[in-house]
């Protein structure tokens, strides 16, 4: 299988490259960053995918700055949302399968039970709207896979800004520095490892098209999480509560975020309980 990927550069689109490039998948791998492919030149698509001709494509490549978002919304939507129809109308010409990720931040966490994939969307921020409007459009096509995940970590990307908010709190604990973290914001990790792995099943199988949670199993809040990290550590932690209602962050993020992987479990594929990824992720 042919497998093009964009947003190679990121967390989830380096760890797709490892996981469809392992020896033992048997598939062919094309790489894409954004100076191989804007993936916003609907064009430029167009062009690439007839070219490579993918049996497989995989889009990794995302706009998420939450915050700079909220003035930049042409530009997020040009990439979260209107460049998704391209890759949808790219991946129908060649008769391939689309991967797509999405979000928590669709929802607007105004509740205290996991999100399931039927439960009403309600984004409260340009990012997570963007993303909303990303999921209709891959949708729209039936050999689309909607991959919705949250809290991504794992070993680090080829662009060094893109480190994620678990591996900063690894940093910070092992540098005995002060640990901000949410005591009211709660969230399932998701690791790059399992969601690849999920993936690469997911298409593989053959599992019916439509939109899944792939996050790991459980949730906690981001004090509960730094918490855990310190003890897997073995290294004492300093954290710094803080709340939705006092942070004062530019975009509204939802409180309550955590998302129920039990339609991907039914599936087939099993996600590991967040504190063994984070172990695994650590090394420990």
Same mark, same amino acid.
């Given at each position: 299988?042919?497998v093009?990927?964009?947003g190679?550069r990121?967390?989830?689109g380096?760890?797709i490259?490892?996981?469809f490039s392992a &020896?033992s998948?048997g598939?062919?791998? %094309?790489p #894409?960053?954004?100076?191989?492919l804007?993936?916003?030149?609907?064009?430029?698509?167009?062009r690439?995918?007839e070219?490579h001709r993918p049996?497989?494509i995989? *889009?990794?490549?995302?706009y *998420?700055?939450?915050?700079r978002?909220?003035?930049?919304?042409e530009?997020?939507l040009a990439v979260n949302?209107?460049a998704?129809?391209?890759l949808?109308?790219a991946?129908?010409a060649?008769?391939a399968i689309?991967?797509h990720?999405?979000?928590?931040?669709?929802?607007?966490?105004e509740t *205290?039970?996991?999100?399931?994939e039927?439960?009403? /969307? *309600? /984004?409260r921020?340009?990012?997570?709207?963007s993303k909303?409007l990303?999921?209709?459009f891959?949708?729209?096509?039936? $050999?689309a896979y909607? #991959?919705r995940v949250?809290?991504?970590f794992? /070993? +680090?990307a080829a662009? =060094?800004?893109?480190?994620?908010?678990?591996?900063?709190?690894?940093?910070?604990i092992?540098d005995g520095?002060?640990?901000?973290v949410?005591v009211?914001?709660v969230v399932? +990790?998701?690791?790059?490892?399992?969601?690849t792995h999920a993936?690469?099943?997911?298409?593989?199988?053959? %599992? =019916?098209?439509g939109?899944?949670h792939?996050?790991?199993s459980?949730?906690?809040t981001w004090?509960a999480i730094?918490?855990?990290?310190?003890e897997? #550590?073995?290294? /004492?932690i300093?954290t $710094?509560?803080l709340?939705?209602?006092?942070?004062g962050?530019?975009?509204?993020? &939802?409180?309550?975020c955590?998302?129920?992987?039990?339609k991907?479990?039914a599936?087939?594929?099993?996600?590991? +309980?967040? =504190?063994?990824? %984070?172990?695994e992720f650590?090394?420990?």
């Amino acid at each position: 299988m042919r497998v093009l990927v964009t947003g190679r550069r990121g967390l989830v689109g380096g760890a797709i490259v490892r996981e469809f490039s392992a &020896p033992s998948s048997g598939h062919d791998v %094309v790489p #894409l960053d954004r100076q191989a492919l804007d993936i916003t030149d609907d064009d430029a698509v167009r062009r690439v995918v007839e070219e490579h001709r993918p049996d497989l494509i995989v *889009n990794c490549a995302v706009y *998420n700055g939450v915050d700079r978002a909220e003035d930049e919304p042409e530009r997020v939507l040009a990439v979260n949302a209107f460049a998704v129809r391209s890759l949808v109308r790219a991946a129908t010409a060649a008769g391939a399968i689309l991967v797509h990720y999405s979000s928590d931040f669709v929802f607007d966490g105004e509740t *205290n039970a996991p999100y399931r994939e039927a439960d009403e /969307p *309600n /984004p409260r921020s340009v990012y997570g709207a963007s993303k909303l409007l990303g999921d209709w459009f891959a949708l729209e096509y039936p $050999r689309a896979y909607v #991959l919705r995940v949250e809290s991504v970590f794992g /070993p +680090p990307a080829a662009d =060094p800004s893109r480190r994620g908010s678990l591996a900063t709190m690894v940093d910070r604990i092992n540098d005995g520095t002060e640990v901000p973290v949410f005591v009211d914001r709660v969230v399932s +990790p998701s690791y790059t490892a399992d969601i690849t792995h999920a993936t690469r099943r997911l298409v593989e199988a053959g %599992v =019916p098209f439509g939109l899944y949670h792939c996050v790991n199993s459980g949730h906690a809040t981001w004090a509960a999480i730094a918490e855990r990290i310190a003890e897997i #550590l073995g290294k /004492p932690i300093r954290t $710094r509560p803080l709340t939705l209602a006092t942070a004062g962050l530019r975009a509204r993020r &939802p409180r309550y975020c955590a998302l129920s992987n039990a339609k991907l479990v039914a599936a087939g594929v099993q996600m590991p +309980p967040w =504190p063994d990824a %984070v172990r695994e992720f650590l090394g420990r």
